[in-house]
């Protein structure tokens, strides 16, 4: 036998006569140093961390705990929403005015053809420059107060709070912060998943983070809640209204993630609930310019050159099925004819399908491609091929698809469903790709969200009809 | 998906043949004198350590094979290039999680020229678990005592000399958030790396006789079948508790030497800085 | 008592550990021997997991791993 095969046949006698319960022994030999060691060292005086666990009792109390957690994440939604309106339309002023009309002027003068520059400008250029200036800036708001959050050590009690809930749906409780950090991005939210060890419960939470409301859907949410819900109510309760619009839907993403996550774990993803303990660490004053540098670069910029990798084709290809003509019409015409009398079936329409095909890229572009469509559709003079700005009043927008495209209240409540159900954006689907490897999950995970949708849809829809 | 070469410049460097094993483990050294390892709990400002010592001179990937972040960075002293290895945070190296698997893989194989342990001066027993283990394997080790700042502010006084006398090793104390303390570590670091310092590290006894013997016969015997081993008492003590990596690396004869390729595939890089 | 017992604010002393395996390791790897003193800091808004100081770190447990720890209350 060889020396090594002689040292395990050793080791292997010598484990009997050493007894049993080595690992208790050494590690209570090790805590012991430990003990011995640091009593050696550490001296501690008057101890005045209570003030800091009498707020942490608070931060999880029966009674505060949720409605303090809730009432901080609505915050940070609340900041990155209002923060970023201004800057948002700065941006859009100047990509999508300023450069757009600099870059046609550029066009004239070198006597382009309207193709060429429709192409690239109307189409590359503008869908981009959506994306840029709709996404960078709430994500450069999300993503640091998010981070902040982390530093400070907020997080890990989000997780300890929803525990329960998640235990019960046989997931982990870390989930509740993946989730969380789906509502900013989902592509990011996926790729925090890592935080999981056990492989099942992680793909659980990839699987539902799309359920959690990314920053590029939130728009949608907001808008079509205040056209469509909102203007139902009298005036002066129609912000209310249509807010809470919104946070039912944010609510019924949870409600989704918790069903979808007890379903796989009692179907396709069954077993064990690993081992779970989740470290509280104390309170620590985070590091403001360092969390800023940190959160920028590692998750805004990253994510947000993803996006733009996705939304140049996609500018492309709307501009390419608008402009070019099979007989009468364009292909993006014969395309909304094909698809709407499933779309209207499910209570949307051919012109939001479509548009959701074209927006796997980014979720920030299905309202436009949406505008851009209804417009070009009706042949206004407004629809100048392919261009998605220039329309940036509710009221002008309420106009288009009420009057130009048909849409009433049912199809205003289906697409803020839709919304929250249907497939991730490519970027996510990406990212889900590379972190399983998994040709099998990916393709569930973007395929069950859909399938949700439309059944969803079509319950409203059926419902509709019955009792309206 | 790219993959780092596996180009390795054997005895070009100051760490000798090792870069036959870090290469294997992912770890590209053709250019770096010295290679460090970044241990710790979670929770204890080890990133801050790190940013704090590479500064933008970083990049993430993952560690092969495996879908855990890992940061690796660069820094100079002494005219000497120092690769640093950020070990995911870990409680122990007891391997009941892929992490703690992946941390105990690289001070074990890897045999970084210096492991810096970073602890928690507010939570310091705890800390100490996971400092005496790797004690256990390695020689060349500093602890990164980080926090004072907070220990201070909740009246705890960590006397750094006692615990450098207890522990054997370079104590330094920092509170890297503030950059306090991390010109005494980058020296620390050096002097280890160079071997200015030569430490003798705590080394756990067993009141045990029956152990210690047997600790002691599988140790001899370890060493007499590799000869490079960082601590045989350590292995000896695995092959007790029926480790199977450490039981499987020892009949394929990989204990001291490299192993197989297909089990640590290059690191897979995904974004660069 | 097991540990999900022991009321908020009380420290006792482990007296046994009966988990099993892989769950057993990650006990006692965290510090959860015999002798060793745990305290009840707070528990979740919904009752489980159960924040716990064990040796000057704060660790949650969900209630099916506190039944399988055996402690005596201090006093």
Redesign the interface.
């Known amino acids: 036998m060889t020396?090594?095969?002689?040292?395990?046949d050793?080791?292997a006698r010598?484990?009997g006569?050493?007894?049993g319960n080595?690992?208790?022994?050494?590690?209570?030999?090790?805590?012991s140093?430990?003990?011995a060691?640091?009593g050696?060292?550490?001296?501690?005086?008057?101890?005045?961390?209570n003030l800091e666990?009498k707020f942490?009792?608070i931060l999880?109390?029966?009674?505060w705990?949720?409605p303090l957690m809730i009432l901080l994440l609505t915050g940070v939604f609340w900041l990155t929403i209002a923060g970023a309106n201004i800057p948002s339309a700065m941006l859009g002023e100047l990509l999508q005015g300023t450069v757009y009309n600099a870059l046609h002027g550029v066009a004239a003068a070198l006597n382009a053809p309207w193709w060429l520059s429709g192409f690239w400008i109307d189409g590359v250029y503008l869908a981009t420059a959506w994306v840029v200036s709709v996404m960078l800036p709430p994500m450069a708001i999300f993503f640091p107060l998010f981070t902040l959050l982390e530093d400070l050590?907020y997080l890990?009690r989000v997780a300890?709070?929803l525990?329960?809930?998640f235990?019960r749906a046989g997931a982990h409780?870390e989930q509740a912060l993946t989730m969380m950090m789906g509502y900013g991005c989902n592509a990011a939210g996926v790729v925090s998943t890592?935080i999981i060890?056990s492989p099942r419960e992680r793909m659980i939470a990839i699987v539902t983070n799309n359920f959690a409301i990314c920053n590029g859907r939130w728009g949608t949410l907001i808008l079509i809640g205040a056209i469509f819900v909102g203007a139902t109510a009298p005036p002066f309760m129609a912000s209310f209204i249509a807010a809470t619009s919104v946070v039912a839907i944010a609510i019924l993403g949870v409600i989704f993630t918790l069903l979808v996550s007890a379903f796989l774990s009692k179907t396709w993803l069954k077993g064990e609930a690993s081992?779970?303990?989740?470290?509280?660490?104390?309170y620590?004053p985070p590091?403001i310019w360092?969390t800023l540098y940190k959160s920028i670069?590692?998750r805004t910029l990253?994510v947000l050159k993803r996006a733009v990798i996705m939304a140049a084709p996609a500018g492309a290809v709307i501009w390419l099925i608008s402009n070019i003509n099979i007989g009468e019409a364009s292909i993006a015409t014969h395309l909304i004819s094909f698809l709407n009398p499933f779309g209207l079936l499910i209570g949307l329409n051919g012109v939001i399908l479509l548009a959701y095909i074209v927006a796997i890229p980014a979720n920030e572009i299905v309202i436009p491609t949406i505008l851009m469509l209804t417009l070009n559709l009706s042949k206004s003079g407004l629809a100048q091929t392919g261009v998605m700005s220039g329309i940036d009043d509710d009221m002008q927008i309420q106009e288009v698809l009420t009057g130009m495209g048909g849409w009433t209240l049912l199809t205003g409540i289906n697409l803020l469903l839709f919304s929250l159900l249907h497939n991730p954006c490519s970027t996510t689907i990406w990212t889900i790709w590379?972190?399983t490897r998994s040709l099998k999950w990916t393709t569930i995970s973007t395929i069950l969200p859909v399938v949700l949708g439309i059944a969803v849809c079509l319950l409203t829809a059926a419902a509709a009809r019955l009792f309206f | 998906m790219s993959h780092a070469e596996t180009a390795i410049q054997c005895g070009s460097c100051a760490s000798g043949c090792n870069t036959a094993h870090l290469a294997k483990l992912g770890i590209k050294t053709g250019n770096w004198d010295y290679v460090v390892a970044l241990a710790g709990n979670p929770n204890t400002g080890k990133s801050t350590i790190f940013n704090a010592l590479t500064g933008l001179n970083q990049h993430v990937g993952n560690w092969a094979g495996k879908t855990v972040t890992r940061a690796e960075g660069a820094f100079t002293l002494g005219g000497k290039k120092f690769k640093l290895v950020d070990l995911p945070g870990t409680y122990s190296l007891l391997s009941t999680s892929v992490d703690e698997e992946i941390a105990r893989d690289f001070v074990l194989f890897g045999k970084p020229d210096v492991t810096v342990v970073v602890a928690d001066a507010t939570r310091l027993e705890r800390n100490l678990n996971l400092v005496l283990q790797i004690l256990e394997i390695t020689d060349r080790a500093v602890v990164a005592l980080n926090l004072i700042d907070e220990a201070g502010r909740n009246n705890i006084k960590v006397d750094e000399r006692s615990l450098a006398r207890d522990l054997g090793v370079p104590v330094v104390s920092m509170a890297a958030r503030s950059g306090k303390g991390v010109d005494e570590l980058l020296s620390a670091i050096e002097q280890v790396a160079s071997g200015e310092i030569q430490a003798r590290p705590h080394r756990i006894k067993y009141t045990d006789d029956i152990l210690e013997n047997a600790i002691d016969t599988l140790a001899t015997q370890l060493h007499g079948q590799f000869e490079d081993l960082p601590n045989a008492r350590w292995v000896a003590l695995r092959l007790l508790e029926g480790d199977e990596s450490i039981i499987n690396a020892v009949q394929t004869a990989t204990l001291g030497t490299v192993r197989a390729a297909n089990v640590f595939p290059p690191l897979v890089q995904l974004e660069a800085r | 008592m097991t540990l999900n017992m022991l009321k908020a604010g009380r420290t006792a002393t482990v007296k046994g550990i009966y988990s099993k395996d892989t769950e057993r390791r990650r006990m006692v790897d965290l510090g959860i021997l015999p002798g060793t003193l745990i305290e009840n800091v707070m528990a979740s808004p919904l009752g489980d997991p159960v924040a716990y100081r064990i040796r000057s770190a704060v660790i949650a447990l969900r209630r099916e791993q506190a039944e399988l720890i055996e402690v005596e209350e201090e006093g």
């Open positions: 020396n090594s095969e002689a040292i395990l050793n080791a010598l484990r006569e050493v007894g080595l690992h208790d022994r050494l590690t209570e030999a090790i805590y140093d430990a003990g060691i640091a050696r060292a550490v001296s501690a005086g008057e101890q005045t961390g666990q942490d009792r999880t109390s029966r009674l705990g949720f050590g890990p300890f709070n525990d329960r809930l235990k409780g890592r060890d081992s779970f303990s989740l470290e509280l660490p104390p620590r590091q360092q670069i590692d990253i590379q972190e």
